[in-house]
């Protein structure tokens, strides 16, 4: 059984940093790419960061780029979010999930996406 289990969340001032942790345990994650995505209250999820095991391709939402850092530790299965210069507009739910392996969708696709994390709360005060 695939499970992701996100930690790090919390409140900071605007500014400031934060990183998320994503442990990942049931499948072999080297062969499937990982994201992140966010959810504000009365929005829609969307796109943040994703980062392919195999090729070490990265990407990121223009939203948070050169703000964002997405890594990984593939021997861990551990995937990481570094978020410096925190705005309130950054304030959501941020999730982690596993590339889906019908690979349908893209990568800036919720629906590329076929395992989720319950979530880990981001609050950034201005």
């Known amino acids: 059984q695939v499970q992701l289990v996100e930690s790090g969340g919390g409140l900071v001032q605007a500014g400031g940093s934060l990183r998320l942790s994503c442990a990942a345990s049931g499948r072999t994650f080297s062969s499937y790419a990982m994201g992140w995505f966010r959810q504000a209250p009365g929005k829609e999820r969307e796109f943040v960061a994703a980062i392919r095991w195999s090729s070490a391709s990265i990407y990121y939402a223009d939203s948070v780029k050169g703000r964002f850092t997405i890594s990984g530790d593939n021997a861990k299965n551990t995937v990481y979010l570094q978020m410096n210069s925190l705005k309130p507009e950054d304030t959501a739910v941020y999730y982690c999930?596993?590339?889906?392996?019908?690979?349908?969708?893209?990568?800036?696709?919720?629906?590329?996406?076929?395992?989720w994390g319950q979530g880990t709360q981001v609050t950034v005060s201005s």
């Open positions: 999930a596993t590339q889906s392996a019908s690979r349908r969708f893209g990568l800036r696709e919720f629906r590329g996406y076929d395992y």
